[in-house]
Each structure stands twice: as structure tokens, then as C-alpha cells.
């Protein structure tokens, strides 16, 4: 969900040929220390810094293990790893997005983690994220960063419009966004084309994509159609910026807020390190962070993503026991508060968000619209049926084909990978 990964492709290369399973490792003995292998999937440039910090803390602390540290480029980690572990050569442990963990645990390459070292620490950790990382009854992940979207914000300009507070419904953010264009001369609002940002319109009325408990396909039912028409209309009236269907459609709204020239938009915390490097937010504090607006059921609700840290089940013991006390270290409250004040993301245990955590503004932000962020439903093909909808979103937001007919489209399309699911 985020801008792409900065990673050259010979280290990639060279990293990924190096990294066979732990227990492969030809270098590691029963009297030497134990090499295991982390892909680390976060932003290189960004990111991965702390996270190769961290890895030299723990070697430091646990002198009989050693970390190969490989940072995979986020867009490329899930089939990379799918293939790795499908021919036994997988790492010892994934910094794996929650929405890949059904279907690698559905094919038995995740560790269950209840009972381990890992999850020591079980009841620290926010009671949703647990279950996020379930999968028919067991635990296949420890959270690391947790994230959802929220409507964020200038201050300024919303200030300078008369606004006083942020819009609470889909129509006082068209009826505010017309304000800050009649106002201020810069577009109110910019929204995604992408699927997983329509979530929020789904979940203000009551629906999703699929109904799992029914086994149902209803993504083009007549409660999504509303929320999908909703999302649609704020493509179009004054203050409204149109569809960008280009390539760098996610580049151009980014740009476009960090520099003032858009006062709203719908975003996670993953940018909150690029937010604070655009000239509108020298000043921190001008960023402001919202619930996303409710839909006509008056409930708001937002997707809630993240990573956890998941264990590889193909590796030996001695590798699986070193990845189990590499994981509690990573997720520990230190680490997490550490990763927070570094990355401005966000922890997964309360204990980990120290009054310096809650400082940074756009963490405490986010914070505090965790509330709404709704777990995705435990369905190993949930994270596959964003792409046919990409598909026919993207030609909708464009004009090319109607609502109906992409939404009719989608379905046909999902239907096929959920074969068992009726409409």
C-alpha cells in the first residue's frame, strides 16, 4: 500500500541466491553459532536502517546467533517467498504483511507460534492484531507495526477555509472541500483509485467484498454499490480532484499534499516520515489525522494492515528455536518503541508507546482512530481479490466502463478464485 521500495537489483540478486533455508547453512556447526536468515520487507531507504540496527543489538545480546539480513523489496516478497518455500529454501523468518498470513499458513509454511518463545508476551499485544495473525485456530505471526487508513489532513488550510473540524461523513467532506477551493484556491480532497482505499466506503455500509461467514461474493451487492458510488462521486465537483489513471497516480496525490496543494486525502502511516519532508509540514503538528468519514449507516471503519514477524516451518530446530528468540526480540516493547521513534510507525503492544512514542504527532494520530480498523477476514485468497477490482476500479474512476459493468466484472473475476463462494 505504499510507494515503491528502493532496492537495486544486483544486491537483491546476490542477497536472495545467498539465502537458503537456516538449515542449509553449510557455515553453521553444533559448537559454532547459528546463522538465520531475515527477510526484512520494509522501505530500504526509509526504514530498513533501524531494522539492521536492531539485528546487530540482538547478535550483540545473543553471541551464538547470527542474523543474514536481506532487505526484499515489499511489491516482490510474497511470490518470492511463495517460491522459496515451495522448494524448501525458504528464510527463517518473513517480516510477512497480515494479509498473506491465511494462504502461506494454509500451505503449512508458517510455524505455529502458540505456545513459543515468541508469543511470550501474548497478552501485551492489542487483542485484534492477535487474531490478525490466526489462521484456523492457530497463531502464525507475532505483530511488529500495525497500520490503517485515516483521512489526514492540513491544518492550516482547513483553518484558513473556516473549517474547524475535520468532515465526519463523506457529504461534509464534499460540502468542505468546495469550501477550501472557493477559499483557499487548492483542492479539498484527492482520492485513491486503488481498491484496497475503497474499504473504508464498504465498511460504511455495512459490507465488504465477501461474506465469508455466508460464503458469499458481495462485491456487487447493493450495499457495496452504494459505498462504491459514493467513492466514485468524490472524483467529480469543485474542489474534487479527478481520477489520475496514470502509473504514478499514488506519487502525484503524495506530492500534492506534502506540498499544500491538496488539504485531504485518505492515507496510513506509512508515510508519515515522507509527510513530515514536504514544505506543508515542516511543522509537524499542521498534520492532522482523522477517522475516515462514516457512510450512511453512521459507522466508520478502516482496514487495518501491517506486518507481523512469521517463522518459517521448513527450517531444522536449532534454526526454528534462534528465528522464535529472534522474533520476541524484534517485537519486544524496547524494539518497538525503538522502530517507532526511528520510523514513525506504529507499535502492536500498549507498553510500547512511551510518552516519547506519543510525542511524534502523526503516531499519536494514528493512534487514536485504531478503534475503527477492522481485522480482514482470515481467508487465504481475501489479499488476490484486490487485483481484479484494481482492474475494473481503475477503468471506472476513468470513465471507460460504468460502475455496474466493473463491479459485474470483478465479480466474474473473484468468483474464480473463490470457487466455493456463491454470489
Keep these: 500500500m505504499r510507494r515503491g521500495t528502493v532496492a537495486t537489483a544486483l544486491i537483491a540478486t546476490l542477497a536472495l541466491a545467498a539465502t537458503a533455508c537456516g538449515g542449509s547453512d553449510g557455515g553453521d556447526s553444533s559448537d559454532g553459532p547459528v546463522t538465520i536468515t531475515w527477510w526484512d520487507t520494509s522501505n530500504a531507504t526509509n526504514e530498513a536502517p533501524t531494522y539492521q540496527a536492531l539485528v546487530k543489538s540482538f547478535e550483540k545480546a545473543n553471541p551464538k546467533i547470527k542474523v543474514s539480513y536481506v532487505n526484499v523489496p515489499f511489491d516482490q516478497a510474497q511470490n518470492k517467498f511463495d517460491t522459496a518455500a515451495g522448494a524448501s529454501g525458504a528464510p527463517d523468518v518473513l517480516r510477512s504483511e497480515v ?68 468532515p465526519t461523513t463523506w457529504d461534509e467532506l464534499k460540502a468542505d472541500s468546495f469550501d477550501i477551493d472557493a477559499k483557499e484556491h487548492v483542492y479539498g480532497y484527492w482520492g485513491s483509485e486503488a481498491a484496497y482505499y475503497t474499504e473504508p466506503f464498504l465498511y460504511g455500509e455495512g459490507t465488504d467484498m465477501v461474506d465469508t461467514t455466508a460464503k458469499k461474493i458481495t462485491v456487487n451487492s447493493a450495499a457495496a454499490k452504494k459505498g462504491y458510488r459514493t467513492w466514485l462521486s468524490l472524483f467529480d465537483g469543485q474542489g474534487l480532484h479527478r481520477a489520475d489513471t496514470t502509473a504514478d497516480s499514488y506519487a502525484h496525490r503524495q506530492d500534492a499534499f506534502v506540498s499544500g496543494q491538496v488539504a485531504m486525502m485518505l492515507e496510513g502511516p506509512w508515510e508519515i516520515t515522507n509527510f513530515y519532508k514536504g514544505s506543508a509540514f515542516k511543522d509537524k503538528s499542521n498534520l492532522g489525522i ?20 512469521s517463522v518459517y516451518a521448513g527450517s531444522d530446530s536449532a534454526h526454528q528455536q534462534a528465528a522464535l528468540k529472534f522474533v520476541k526480540f524484534m517485537t519486544s516493547a524496547a524494539s518497538q518503541s525503538t522502530i517507532a521513534l526511528k520510523n514513525s510507525t506504529l507499535p502492536t503492544r500498549s507498553d ?58 470483478a465479480e466474474l473475476a473473484m468468483a474464480k478464485l473463490v470457487p466455493d463462494f456463491g454470489k
Excluded: C
Excluded at 131 to 150: E, F, I, M, R, S
Design 99 to 166: 494479509g498473506w498470513t491465511p494462504a502461506f499458513a494454509k500451505k503449512g509454511y508458517f510455524l505455529p507460534l502458540d505456545g513459543t518463545e515468541a508469543l511470550a508476551d501474548q497478552s501485551k499485544f492489542e487483542p485484534n492484531l492477535i487474531k490478525q495473525a490466526q489462521y484456523d485456530g492457530k497463531t502464525y505471526g507475532v505483530p511488529l507495526v500495525t497500520d490503517t487508513l485515516a483521512l489526514v489532513y492540513n491544518k492550516a488550510i482547513l483553518k484558513k477555509a473556516g473549517i474547524t473540524q475535520p
Design 352 to 409: 510500547a508507546y512511551t510518552a516519547a512514542v506519543k510525542a511524534d504527532p502523526g503516531i499519536a494520530g494514528f493512534q487514536s482512530v485504531l478503534p475503527a480498523a477492522q481485522p480482514r477476514p482470515a481467508l487465504p485468497e481475501y489479499s488476490s481479490l484486490w487485483n481484479p477490482l484494481d482492474t475494473e476500479l481503475l477503468k471506472v474512476a476513468g470513465g471507460k466502463e460504468s460502475l455496474d459493468k466493473g463491479l459485474g466484472n
Design 290 to 309: 482523522a477517522t475516515v468519514p462514516a457512510g450512511s449507516t453512521g459507522k466508520a471503519g478502516a482496514p487495518t494492515g501491517g506486518h507481523n514477524l
